[in-house]
């Protein structure tokens, strides 16, 4: 009782972070860190219930607050406890945010008429809402492949004590703080399938990583793209029209920069990093003891606080206030010559690359193209709707 109500102080905050000051570089058991909260507990219950701040009694350290456990298995435990509850608390949440208002822009602009871009030139035309349901559906999936990695955290190692034989531990003691972890998180959290595997490996924590950053590599693509459509707006596409929330410019007034996609793309860097520092931190699994687990903590929590951070920002201050320039986008569609595309089947690959090389080199439009080279221009009308064009 004395240790759970000192743990409860440490959650309250009557204990603050000053109480736990050792970096990440350590043991790589994370004994310091382990032992460190030990001391916390164990000193805090001693001066609830003698009014003396000391670790020598009558709660001990080890005898007591470490009973049952080492930092060999409680130290991942904690891990995985902690990645759950910041992906439940923080990442879900955002990432649902940013795909139903990704959504909901696409069905309010899936008339919009635009130019497609492939190798950054103009392509077949589309509309702005199905550009739109490719980014949604991007975040859709790298949602999914982050519960699915997700799963593979829900098993725990505690229990295990040293080397996974779960010595000086009693009979079904990992199974019961799974459970009680489990009832008071409201995440599923079971004993690890192989104690063993969960203290020498963490192929799981790897995995998450991994998932994490291939959502940065789509948060990265989302925010390029409009990074792009957005660039102008007069000299470039100008496409989209981003929200004004701080001065773009420390010297050229009324700039409106991207610096929310830059922002995003920042982070999608830095968690490209940091998997890759998970990756070299995975690689020191050696006979029955995982050696890098502080880096891994906090290579793949500091992924997870990241993105959750970023995609809130990026969603309230940049999705929530961005709009097409229909005009525009439908001016450059128009001017686009890709759209002679549609007379293909009619008059084969090579005539109308003919058409459209006449197009370009004298500045006409296709119709005027077509009318130069003598062919009926009335038939691009007949095939070249809007609906058509965009697939619809």
Not at 219 to 239: M, V
Request: aromatic content about 4%; glycine content about 10%.
């Amino acid at each position: 009782g004395l240790i759970a109500a000192a743990a409860e102080d440490v959650v309250s905050g009557v204990l603050g972070p000053e109480e736990f000051p050792l970096p990440v570089w350590q043991s790589g058991s994370g004994t310091q860190t382990n032992m460190n909260v030990n001391e916390v507990l164990s000193a805090r219950a001693n001066e609830i219930t003698t009014g003396t701040v000391t670790t020598s009694g009558p709660v001990h350290p080890n005898d007591h607050v470490n009973r049952s456990q080492s930092s060999n298995d409680v130290f991942p435990t904690a891990i995985h406890v902690a990645v759950c509850e910041t992906l439940r608390r923080d990442l879900v949440p955002s990432l649902d945010d940013l795909f139903d208002l990704l959504n909901e822009k696409s069905r309010s602009y899936g008339d919009v008429l635009k130019t497609g871009r492939t190798h950054v030139q103009d392509a077949l035309p589309m509309t702005f809402g199905q550009e739109v349901s490719g980014w949604a559906t991007q975040i859709e999936d790298a949602t999914s492949r982050v519960l699915a990695a997700r799963d593979g955290l829900l098993g725990l190692a505690v229990g295990g004590t040293a080397v996974g034989t779960g010595l000086n531990a009693p009979a079904g003691f990992g199974a019961r703080v799974a459970q009680l972890l489990a009832e008071t998180t409201g995440i599923a959290f079971v004993p690890a399938v192989n104690r063993f595997a969960g203290i020498a490996a963490h192929d799981a924590l790897l995995h998450m990583s991994s998932a994490l950053r291939n959502l940065a590599v789509s948060l990265a693509k989302i925010a390029d793209d409009i990074r792009w459509l957005a660039s102008g707006p007069r000299s470039g596409l100008g496409e989209l029209l981003l929200p004004a929330n701080e001065p773009g410019s420390s010297m050229m007034p009324g700039k409106v920069n991207p610096s929310q996609c830059e922002s995003l793309l920042m982070i999608c860097s830095q968690v490209v990093g940091n998997d890759a520092a998970a990756t070299a931190a995975s690689l020191r699994g050696t006979l029955q003891l995982h050696l890098a687990k502080p880096l891994l903590a906090h290579s793949v929590l500091g992924s997870v606080e990241l993105l959750a951070a970023g995609i809130r920002s990026f969603t309230s201050r940049l999705v929530a206030g961005l709009e097409p320039d229909p005009d525009r986008m439908r001016s450059l569609a128009e001017r686009s010559l890709m759209s002679a595309t549609v007379l293909a089947p009619a008059l084969g690959y090579e005539t109308v690359a003919r058409v459209v090389r006449h197009a370009n080199d004298r500045g006409l439009g296709l119709r005027e193209a077509l009318e130069d080279l003598g062919f009926d221009a009335d038939e691009l009308d007949a095939i070249s709707r809007p609906d058509r064009l965009s697939g619809g």
